[in-house]
């Protein structure tokens, strides 16, 4: 595996290499993103196994997005089996990967409690309402920053290690070595592409939002459902296209074997 080192514009790049994978083909990437949501809801809703069932999913899950990016691109057929076949590539693999993602999620909201004696775990494994409103006047600044920065280096590990194992077949720990030595090498252009994303998907939203309430202050839910809806379908596929777009970048595009 070779990782190119690329300049910092190269994160705005892929949030418009993104956007332009998507504009070729809006309606399908959109429903294959409602799928992706869709699943992972249903799959949360099994009780007890619910979340260990949905991580070992996600990452396969994540791929088949990935590949639907990759066929929008290249003109190739996309439908519903491009999201689920994933599932299979190197099938067992994800699956370890997810689970240890979930291990390592949970490893650093217990480690929170070191900051806030426990109160942001108990808001995130909060069952119901009622368990929920106990701690939800907490102040979860400090913990939530210590949870980012426990978070970070995993983010990198996991970046590209489910597209690593699923197209070049490669391990658990060799795809998430090479994930993290991809991302530490292109730090530079990761930090651009968060705050790119800052702006698109939250700055930008939240302005149009803001300006359409003081032009309509009376229809507040109309407005903001009418203004979030098609935000959602258009960044949210937007920005898992930009994910294939900083591996097609960093690592070149390869066929899968």
Known sequence: MRAQT?????GWQWIMGGFAIFRRNPVMLGLLVVAYWFTVLFLNIVPVLGVLIASLAIPGLSVGLMQAARNVERGQPVGLQT??????ENGRTLAILGALYLCCTLGALGLSSLVDGGDLLRFMLAGNRTERAVVEDADFTLSALFVMLLMTPVLMAWWFAPVLAAWHRLSVGRALFFSFVACWMNWRPFLTYGLGLVVVAGVLPGLLLGILLLIVPGAANLITAIVTLPMMLV???????SFYASYRDIFGISEIV
Request: glycine residues 6%; proline residues 17%.
């Open 6 to 10: 690329l300049p910092p514009a190269a």
């Open 83 to 88: 999201l689920y076949g994933s599932l299979r």
């Open 235 to 241: 960044v949210a596929p937007t920005v898992f296209a």
